[in-house]
Antibody
């Protein structure tokens, strides 16, 4: 299981920080990678980036200048930091486990983050 | 980036209907395509991966076909719990991306 946690409200220009806690199995087992995805209200899913347990990351170019994804295998957690947020970053943020070029499964329940002063 | 375009964006159907949703890729993505179901306020649920492999526990009325640039998701006989939004996802190379979604509503 995956569970997102973090502030639900972030002020414009500040940094959005979320953590995903992985339970029910080791975060460093298998050929998995760990993803962040977001979904603005009424819109489609946007992949933000991923991290392997080695710490290797890949970010979507649309976010690469503002995003950092890190992993803490000792606590079975991985994290998202998105800097200089604006109202356009208001969305439900999901974490999900990726398996090769196959799929994302499972997903966390999602965490609504609102950017507002 | 390789774009995924789903059609239709909105579909109205009745229980028992057979429905098909199409996902077209702007370039060849082989069979690296997955389908998800999402209900309001819930996370996406994996239905199909590798274009046609049914995820464990997913009812057999769901099926997927295609390769290259054109893919379909078919529900053979709609059940009340199938009314939801369906999204395709390509995983052939980075950046990973999703289609815009198809909202399936009850007629």
């Amino acid at each position: 299981q995956l569970q997102e946690s973090g502030p639900g409200l972030v002020k414009p220009s500040q940094t959005l920080s979320l953590t995903c806690t992985v339970s029910g199995g080791p975060i460093n087992g298998g050929d998995y990678y760990w993803n962040w995805i977001r979904q603005p209200a009424g819109k489609g899913l946007e992949w933000i980036g991923r991290v392997y347990t080695s710490g290797n990351t890949y970010y979507h170019p649309a976010f690469s200048s503002r995003v950092t994804i890190s992993i803490d295998t000792s606590n079975s957690q991985f994290s998202l930091k998105l800097t200089s947020v604006t109202a356009a970053d208001t969305a439900v943020y999901y974490c999900a486990r990726g398996t090769g070029r196959l799929n994302f499964d499972p997903w966390g329940q999602g965490s609504l983050v609102t950017v507002s002063s | 980036d390789i774009q995924l375009t789903q059609s239709p964006s909105f579909l109205s159907a009745s229980v028992g209907d057979r429905v098909t949703i199409t996902c077209r890729a702007s370039q060849d993505i082989s069979s690296y395509l997955a389908w998800y179901q999402q209900k309001p306020g819930k996370a996406p649920k994996l239905l199909i991966y590798s274009a046609s492999t049914l995820q464990s526990g997913v009812p057999s009325r769901f099926s997927g076909r295609g390769s290259g640039t054109e893919f379909t998701l078919t529900i053979s006989s709609l059940q009340p719990e199938d009314f939801a939004t369906y999204s395709c996802q390509r995983l052939n190379r980075y950046p990973i991306s999703f289609g815009q979604g198809t909202r399936l509503e009850m007629k």
